[in-house]
C-alpha cells in the first residue's frame, strides 16, 4: 500500500531534468510491475519512456524520519 509518494524536479544547468521520487509504503504489497491497474500501467509506460536505466540511483540513509502522530496512527491501523 501507498501512504506517501512525492515527486521533486530538477532542471540542471547540464541542459537534463530530473525527477527524484520518494515513497511510504506498507509492508507486503504486490510490485507495479504486477498491477493490473490501469494507473499503474501508465506509469511503467512513462517509466519505460523517461527513466535513464544506465543511472545508477544513490540509496540514502535515513536519518530522522519525521511523521505526525495522526498519520502514523493511520498507517499503523492498515
Known amino acids: ?11 540542471n544547468p547540464d541542459g537534463y531534468t530530473y525527477f527524484y521520487w ?6 507486503g504489497g504486490n510490485a507495479v510491475e ?8 501508465k506509469h511503467l509506460e512513462y517509466w519505460d519512456e523517461c527513466i535513464d ?8 540513509e535515513l536519518e530522522e524520519s519525521l511523521v ?3 498519520v502514523e496512527k493511520v498507517i499503523k491501523e492498515k
Open 22 to 27: 520518494y515513497s511510504v509504503q506498507g509492508e
Open 68 to 70: 505526525a502522530p495522526a
Open 53 to 60: 536505466m544506465e543511472y545508477k540511483p544513490v540509496d540514502m
Open 1 to 11: 500500500k501507498m501512504y506517501v509518494e512525492s515527486v521533486f524536479k530538477e532542471k
Open 34 to 41: 504486477e498491477s493490473e491497474s490501469y494507473i499503474d500501467k
